[in-house]
């Protein structure tokens, strides 16, 4: 047993090796590449079309050396539901590492929803279903704000929306699904969830639904005067019975580094959250 346990770790640790090596070469070559410029980058085994260089290098170390995102799992088929897809560096992640994974991916961007397909192409993957909807909590059309990197995001409010902006900002209309509605309808070994302070309205909805989920990961963008959006999404996974950790992406912000009242397109915080079944 002590052998294979051995093999297996060795494995995992020349992925990992394998994969930072990757991030290296990814870094070298699109150092210097101004913000917001669409490109294309190939490193290893990764082919990738792009809308900016720093979004790709940050999504990559999270999802893909960092390994953040993972979960563990013991099927060779888990069925996983991707909800912010971006530019596919999730997508492509979990296909490599479970190459028979039923995988849904969300993103209502339509210009990263377009890089999405030809990355998934670009690096030979076929069958993931792609739906060009936001996750939301009822089915419909919304306000959308574009940032043209990884910030896009449903907007409600009008001084929101001028708030909101990059040399590369649009702002259009797109499709809204309910995610409660997919959730009551199979059940999934992983739900993860990246789409840009949604969360909270979207996990709330799905209330005795995440009944059908085994694992979930959630990038919560939290607004530090607006705690309550977060207590939300903890008492509801508390009531479905999920062990939670929570941790922070960034600096740890404490009392005597409180976060600037400028507006920008960044949140205060960015939490992951990790909910999971035993």
Known sequence: MRNVLSVVKNRLRERANQDLVIYRELQTKLAGVPRYQPG????GNWQLHYLDATSLLSAFDVVVVKRWNDFPCDKTAPVILDGGANIGISAIHYKQLFPDAVVTSFEPDPRA????????????IHDIEIV???LWSSNGRTSFFSEGADANRIVREHDAIERLTSPS????????????????????DLVKLDIESAEAEVIVDCGETLRNVNNLVIEFHLTNSKPLELARTLQTLADQEF???VCSYGPWVDLLHQTSPTPRIEFDQYLLISAWRV
């Open 132 to 134: 060009e909807k936001a």
């Open 243 to 245: 062990h939670v950790s």
């Open 40 to 43: 294309f980058v190939s490193a």
């Open 169 to 188: 900002a649009t702002y259009c209309d797109v499709e809204t699904v309910r995610l409660a509605d997919y959730l009551s309808q199979t059940c999934f």
């Open 113 to 124: 929803c377009d890089l999405l397909r030809r990355n998934l192409a670009a690096n030979n």
